[in-house]
């Protein structure tokens, strides 16, 4: 027996008694899984060079109950990887090594969510990534963490490049199994066609044995070699006490296998050695298969987030510091060039240049950006170098918000899947009970019990039910992921089946159907005042009235002063008040100033306009009329929802002749104008209470109250960020277009579903009785139940042309 070191203690023990991590390259050999997780905390925190130093010493290995995972509970560990959630519970995103099929996210889901203090368990079935919420008080990290080491199972911290290493790994060794079982399958082929060439012509029987031997030597590496991931998830499944898949194949093989060697040494049966080399082949070469599809729906969301830079220049008087971008606090002063990737929110302060959104925003054409314009983590400088002032800390900057989206929409599950899941929990067991069933019945019916099994392993095989539980979670990865591409990002999974479902689209008017930026077209001063004070005032708001003033007034005056307010006071929906140098300012619409007792009468040609009127001590001083322009592309996708069957609603808080105007520009038939926030909520209430499912588009902080109302609430990405963080879907071009294509997604991700969950109910419904009557063997039935997986894959995948169909 050859021996090899322990990476960690240095002591020497057989080759076969040692656990390999193929999480490092080369891979790694531990005696104990105590002496692993030491190695592992020591690399993480760079300490690797203790093993240089260490030399040729020995340790003595850390003891199980006290190996690496008390390094979850410490200070440093806390801080890095786990995250406080609104309710005040802990959260953290783990990868779970050793999944290899969606029985096994179901075993460590089931045994999870059993565990007292835990909160939530989500784990993504394509990336094997984790989502735990857990409260402190009840149950430490750590006793997650064994419990899941307890069923078989492995974790460590998120981290996008660990991950594509160990997804690597994986790769490799599945890659490596695989050749042994395509290897001893050609062989096996050859050896069984001679079998059967025999059967008809005559073959000595001492012949014959040693072409049964030959296939006993070639399908017993494919059973415990390729076949180990079966063994080890159905000895797991049944510790605790469920039936998965991998039970089913295992079983299956396992059974063919021992009936063979029966037959083989008594020479009173047909042996079945090249079923058990193929049942365990064509099941592991699906099993391959499925891996690398879903790895290329995944790379798409794992490329969104792992480009970012660590590091940025921070600019301080005169010198240039590099520093990580965790450490860049607000305010500081943040150092680009050509070719960089902005790693956090600013606003330029030096400079002017082009940049990239594709990134953010799908649109593949360059903006300009000028001194005092914000800039978005994720853009790319593209021609200059330029200095800007940080406005967001790094984890709170766009990019890394999109990035936490994406990841928590992967691991969240729609009803639909929650439903086939717990289907398929059933079916394991239902199998077993209808194999057991025939063998029972077919050797009564036959006397044979060579016969009995032999179907009732073919009952076992192809009844699989990883067709069934592949059915959502692919369909709605590849969908999440052709979204993303398309800058539409949806908070959740399921958000892509309830959007599916909604028959009524409302849409503020301003900022989602129009630009947002509204122009002043005519104007009016009733006495002569400085302006600088009504600058001051309309620089305070935020509304894109009071904004569009704001341009004109820098456009059109000279000489404006810097003032500062006092007692500024927000007036919702309506204008802000304030005091500058003693004089009390009112700006706003007609019904603030109406409510402070100031008469106002339109001049002529101000009724299609919208309206901004502005006070001195309760004197009317001036009028601004302005009109919006509608975004590009609004009305022809407008038209294009309708045809979708949705019923579009345009709600306003503008005045009636403005919003009838944009309505019938777009061909909206039903739209409120003049509205409150409140009144805006209400009426999406009522729409719900009729029984319409209700999608809401908005922008502004006035928005958010009807988009709290909605089923689902879409924000338009250069909306405010109130806006933003109580959506369900966030469009970051902030295009109508975005708006229709998202529904497309939607809609087309739920109808794949429903395809794959019918084509895995037909498949089932089919075969099974077919294997039952005896009419399919254990190859074909093997070779039946991978390819049912990989239809449901490949008809997932035609998601990603959808958007060039419609």
Not at 371 to 392: E, P, R
Not at 472 to 485: E, H
Not at 669 to 675: D, M, R
Not at 720 to 742: F, G, K, P, R, W
Request: charged share 20%; net charge negative; proline share 2%.
């Amino acid at each position: 027996m050859s021996k090899q070191r322990c990476d960690h203690c240095h002591l020497e023990y057989e080759t076969s008694m040692l656990l390999p991590d193929t999480s490092f390259n080369p891979p790694k050999f531990f005696c104990c899984k105590g002496c692993q997780g030491v190695f592992h905390l020591l690399s993480d925190e760079g300490l690797s060079t203790f093993y240089t130093k260490m030399g040729e010493t020995t340790l003595t290995p850390p003891k199980a109950t006290l190996d690496d995972v008390n390094r979850f509970d410490l200070d440093g560990f806390v801080s890095k990887y786990v995250k406080k959630s609104k309710e005040g519970f802990s959260e953290i995103a783990l990868i779970i090594e050793g999944i290899h099929c969606s029985a096994c996210v179901w075993l460590n889901e089931k045994v999870l969510s059993r565990q007292e203090g835990i909160v939530e368990v989500s784990i993504s079935y394509t990336n094997h990534k984790a989502k735990i919420v857990w409260d402190e008080s009840l149950i430490k990290l750590s006793e997650i963490i064994e419990t899941i080491r307890s069923i078989g199972y492995n974790a460590y911290p998120y981290d996008p490049k660990s991950g594509e290493e160990r997804a690597t790994a994986q790769r490799r060794e599945y890659y490596s199994k695989l050749l042994v079982g395509i290897f001893a399958t050609m062989n096996v082929m050859w050896i069984a066609i001679a079998q059967y060439a025999g059967y008809f012509t005559g073959m000595q029987s001492n012949i014959k044995n040693i072409l049964n031997f030959a296939e006993f030597v070639l399908a017993t590496p494919t059973l415990f070699y390729t076949g180990s991931v079966y063994f080890k998830g159905a000895y797991y499944g049944i510790k605790h006490r469920y039936i998965t898949m991998d039970f089913l194949v295992a079983t299956g093989a396992t059974l063919t296998y021992i009936f063979s060697l029966y037959a083989m040494f008594s020479h009173n049966a047909e042996v079945y050695f090249d079923s058990v080399t193929m049942i365990v082949t064509f099941v592991f070469a699906g099993k391959y298969l499925e891996v690398l599809t879903k790895k290329k729906a995944v790379d798409t969301l794992d490329a969104f987030g792992s480009s970012m830079p660590t590091e940025v220049t921070l600019i301080k008087g005169d010198e240039k510091i590099l520093t990580s971008v965790e450490s860049v606090e607000i305010g500081e002063i943040i150092e680009v060039r050509a070719g960089d990737k902005v790693a956090i929110d600013g606003v330029i302060t030096e400079g002017e240049g082009s940049f990239d959104l594709s990134r953010l925003n799908g649109e593949s054409i360059p903006i300009l950006a000028q001194k005092g314009d914000k800039i978005l983590s994720g853009s790319i400088c593209l021609d200059s170098v330029i200095h800007y002032q940080a406005t967001n800390t790094f984890s709170s900057s766009m990019f890394s918000k999109l990035v936490c989206l994406l990841e928590d929409a992967m691991n969240k599950k729609p009803k639909i899947e929650k439903l086939a899941n717990q289907i398929s929990g059933y079916f394991s067991r239902t199998i077993l009970l209808l194999a057991f069933s025939t063998l029972l019945f077919w050797f009564y019916q036959s006397g044979s019990f060579e016969k009995g099994l032999i179907i009732a392993i073919s009952v076992i095989v192809i009844a699989c039910p990883c067709a069934l539980s592949l059915a959502t979670p692919v369909a709605t990865i590849v969908g999440i992921g052709l979204a993303a591409k398309k800058g539409i990002l949806f908070k959740e999974a399921g958000f892509l089946e309830s959007m599916a479902k909604c028959n009524t689209l409302v849409l503020d008017k301003t900022g989602t159907i129009t630009k947002g930026k509204p122009e002043v077209v005519m104007y009016e001063y009733a006495y002569t005042f400085d302006r600088s004070l009504l600058y001051a005032l309309v620089n305070s708001s935020n509304h894109p009235i009071s904004q569009g003033v704001a341009r004109f007034l820098k456009e059109d005056e000279t000489t404006l002063h810097v003032k500062s307010l006092e007692q500024i006071k927000t007036v919702e929906a309506k204008g802000v008040r304030a005091i500058a140098e003693g004089y009390e300012l009112l700006g706003g619409n007609a019904k603030m100033m109406e409510e402070a007792g100031i008469e106002v009468l339109l001049p002529k040609g101000f009724e299609s306009l919208s309206h901004y009127f502005f006070a001195i001590d309760g004197k009317l001083m001036a009028i601004f009329g302005l009109k919006d322009a509608l975004k590009e592309g609004a009305k022809e996708s407008i038209e294009a929802l309708k045809a979708l069957g949705l019923e579009i609603v345009m709600l306003s808080g503008d005045h009636a002749k403005v919003t009838q105007e944009i309505a019938e520009e777009v061909g909206i038939k039903t739209y409120e104008a003049g509205l409150f926030p409140h009144e805006k909520a209400a009426y999406i209430e009522t729409l719900r209470q009729k029984g319409q499912r209700v999608v809401m588009a908005g922008d502004g902080i006035n928005d958010t109250l009807a988009l709290s109302q909605s089923e689902i609430a879409i924000a338009m990405g250069n909306g405010a960020d109130v806006a933003v963080d109580i959506s369900d879907i966030v469009l970051t071009n902030d295009s109508m277009q975005s708006l229709y294509e998202a529904f497309v997604i939607a809609k087309a991700s739920l109808r794949v579903v429903k395809e794959n969950l019918f084509f895995s109910l037909l498949y089932n419904i089919v075969t099974i009785p077919l294997a039952m009557s005896g009419h399919v063997i254990p190859l074909f039935a093997a070779l039946s139940m991978s390819l049912s997986s990989l239809v449901v894959v490949g008809n997932s995948m035609r998601i990603k042309n959808v958007l060039k169909r419609s």
